[in-house]
């Protein structure tokens, strides 16, 4: 699956990015999920978009928003995303106080509960709660900014993920974040990733929706 990061489309033209990535007719063409980064200038030194858009956009698309929470104290405005209609919504594992309410909690709101890790947070400490989780977000790079290079290191965790996926210790969607591209997205697909996103990717091509093709033909080979 292909999620193009709205955090590299034009905000002041959020509808048209939209649909450029979710209109095509050509399905290879077409964004699986449609990832929304929500920042705070807490969590992360960038501030972006937050519930009252994700309501907005929720109205013009029927589009599987994959809400990114990087944002301090999860715990009390997930919820919020998921009863804006989001399809997921991810957590941070450094920012959750109480990650197996918060992961009920949304699903009870009718959403897929996601939980993410930054790089230096190892999965080990993390598998227990995992099974109470939808979707497991492995960031490949430090979360707050589109743009950065994808650090190949995280591979393993991918790997390890893919493995306890595999062996029926964890049911979860391995999703893969930052610096995803046409030279990344093969080593991530080959470690066992099942959903990409792709901000700077998608929207800094000049054909967003041909980029999601060349990414998914990229992952599969
Ligand atoms: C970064 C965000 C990403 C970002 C990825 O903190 O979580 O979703 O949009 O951007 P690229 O694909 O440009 O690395
Ligand atoms: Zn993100």
Known sequence: ???PSLLSADFANLQRDIERVTAPDVTDQQADWLHVDVMDYHFVPNLTIGLPVVESMR?????KLDCHLMIDDPDRWAVG?????AYNVTVHAEAVRDPISVAMDLRAAGAKAGLSLKPATELDDWVEVLRSYDTLLVMTVEPGF????FMPDMLEKVRRARRMVDTGHLNLVLEVDGGVADDTITA???AGADCFVAGSAVYSAADPA????RLRAAARR
């Open 1 to 3: 699956m292909i999620a």
């Open 59 to 63: 109205k013009i698309t029927d589009a």
């Open 81 to 85: 995303y998921a009863e804006a209609g």
């Open 146 to 149: 589109g743009g950065q290079t």
């Open 188 to 190: 991530a697909a080959e």
């Open 210 to 213: 041909e980029a999601i093709a």
